[in-house]
């Protein structure tokens, strides 16, 4: 099972950018599908962006496509997500999430790793 560590939240000004990095353990990483969801108070957790285990597919929700990047390196087990032009309304707890050779499309329940979080705050 792989471990999964989210890190690069913070406070970014609307129009700025932040790079949020998902750090994972474990040398299956290159088989697992990653998931960006965020989660924002009193609202449901959506999945913002996902990338295939081969690094082919994305998906990005329709809310973030043309300002936000889904990437994946793995010779060093990571993915990032790129936040370019951030609204407050971007402002959650920003989860990656894996599944074994899944496709980028598909809810949370299809997920079987999960990082702990980080909070992002867009805010001038």
């Known amino acids: 099972q792989v471990q999964l560590v989210e890190s690069g939240g913070g406070l970014v000004q609307p129009g700025g950018s932040l790079r949020l990095s998902c750090a994972a353990s474990g040398r299956t990483f290159r088989s697992y599908s990653i998931g960006w969801f965020r989660q924002a108070p009193g609202k449901e957790r959506e999945l913002v962006a996902a990338i295939s285990w081969s690094g082919v597919n994305t998906y990005y929700a329709d809310s973030v496509k043309g300002r936000f990047t889904i990437s994946r390196d793995n010779a060093n087990n990571t993915v990032y997500l790129q936040t370019d032009s951030p609204k407050p309304e971007d402002t959650a707890v920003y989860y990656c999430?894996?599944?074994?050779?899944?496709?980028?499309?598909?809810?949370?329940?299809?997920?079987?790793?999960w990082g702990q979080g980080t909070q992002v705050t867009v805010s001038s």
């Open positions: 999430a894996a599944k074994w050779y899944g496709s980028v499309l598909g809810g949370s329940e299809e997920y079987s790793a």
